[in-house]
């Protein structure tokens, strides 16, 4: 006797009760799984790009307004600093290697950051195509914002003021001499030229080109340090400078994390409460479907299925459902991501459901054991089940 084969044909012929039980716990579990993977690829993106820097300097403000600003180009900068003034920080012996950033400008909602070539060197960027800039209002642009801009190597377009759509565009042409190869980091999303490409944007008409470095401005200071020992020293000594504020990235970006897990928690809270309830109804459906089968249980005993036998069969029904529901929970999850992710590439966003993560297998467990958990109790049921009562009734 095939248990499997029993059952599955018991599922197929009560199916409307079985598909709200399938749809329950195959959404119950996407949810879950969709957190699971979009938690899973912001906190990579958010240490793939921070972890390479140490320190970042700017305005006084918010230390993560200046991190998400000048990390992650999606917040207004606290303000602008003074070049000199930062010129002696640059040049301390706790510091390795700094990358300036110059911002104010846009093209189509994508950033232009002013910086030099070291940036490159500083989050190991390679081209795909094309060249680094060599003078002013050259550009190269990163993966994603080139595939959306629709830019190539050799394209001119004209940027406008603000980090936002709908700025004054400026009357300066800017070529584009190259495209990054991706990175999955904030620089797929941002168009890069010369420093001195920003400060020529925003020198008045009505004033002389600003040509002294004392006079110039950085919107932000990305630090690498050289010592393990500047993480206790460096940040104090760039706060007691007066217009000047250092921020850690480690320290704000778990405090972002943070911010974002808790929102995260409560959808996982809600997909969960779908599988409970799920679970239920699957156990109301078994629970009730064996008064009607008690005559086909009896038959099978008399054909010689043990009790124990009648019991794996109850429970194998209940894992079957369950198993359906899980395995097209988790397909589910993969697709909606994946169709959030193209959507999304629109913009400077990106997700993606082609990636599986450890966290998978246990909510794959998690399904099969609200099964087993909702099919025991009417499994026993059937257990218990005294046949010749019931046959002496037929």
């Known amino acids: ?82 070049l000199k003034e930062v010129q002696q920080l640059i040049e301390h012996p706790y510091v390795q290697n700094s990358v300036p950033l110059a911002m104010g400008d846009s093209y189509n909602g994508f950033r232009i950051i002013g910086t030099n070539h070291n940036y490159l060197k500083f989050y190991d960027l390679p081209l795909a195509e094309g060249v680094i800039w060599k003078k002013e209002f050259e550009a190269i642009a990163g993966s994603n914002a080139a595939r959306v801009l629709n830019l190539k190597t050799g394209d001119v377009f004209y940027s406008s003021h603000g980090l936002t759509p709908g700025g004054n565009v400026h009357a300066d042409k800017f070529k584009l001499t190259g495209v990054l190869k991706p990175s999955g980091t904030a620089s797929d999303n941002i168009i890069l030229t010369a420093l001195e490409t920003i400060w020529h ?34 940040p104090q000594t760039v706060n007691n400078i007066g217009a000047l504020q250092a921020a850690s990235p480690a320290l704000e970006t778990a405090r972002l994390y943070a911010l974002i897990g808790s929102g995260f928690d409560l959808i996982k809270a809600f997909g969960v409460l779908i599988i409970l309830l799920a679970g239920f109804s699957v156990f109301i459906v078994l629970y009730s479907s064996l008064s009607e089968r008690k005559t086909e249980i009896a038959i099978l005993r008399t054909m010689g299925a043990s009790a124990s036998k009648i019991f794996l069969l109850i429970l194998s029904e209940g894992i079957i459902i369950t198993s359906i529901g899980t395995s097209l929970g988790l397909l589910l999850s993969h697709l909606i991501l994946q169709g959030a992710g193209i959507f999304l590439s629109l913009s400077s966003i990106s997700l993606t459901g082609i990636v599986f993560i450890p966290q998978e297998l246990m909510v794959l467990a998690f399904g099969i054991i609200v099964g087993i958990a909702a099919s025991v109790i009417p499994a026993m049921q059937a257990y218990r089940t005294n046949i010749s009562t019931i046959l002496a009734k037929v």
Do not use: C
Request: charged share 15%; net charge neutral; aromatic share 6%.
């Open 1 to 82: 006797m095939n248990l499997i084969s029993i059952a599955w044909k018991n599922i197929v012929s009560q199916g409307g009760k079985k598909t709200l039980n399938v749809i329950l716990l195959a959404s119950g579990l996407a949810i879950i799984n969709i957190i699971l993977l979009v938690d899973f690829q912001i906190k990579e993106k958010l240490e793939n790009h921070a972890g390479k820097v140490d320190l970042v300097i700017g305005a006084k403000g918010s230390p993560l307004q200046l991190i998400l600003s000048g990390i992650y180009h999606i917040d207004f900068p606290t303000g602008n600093i003074n």
């Open 201 to 234: 944007l925003h020198e008045h008409s009505d004033q002389q080109n600003i040509q002294s470095t004392e006079e110039r401005e950085i919107t932000a200071l990305l630090i690498k340090y050289k010592t393990p020992l500047a993480v206790a020293i460096f």
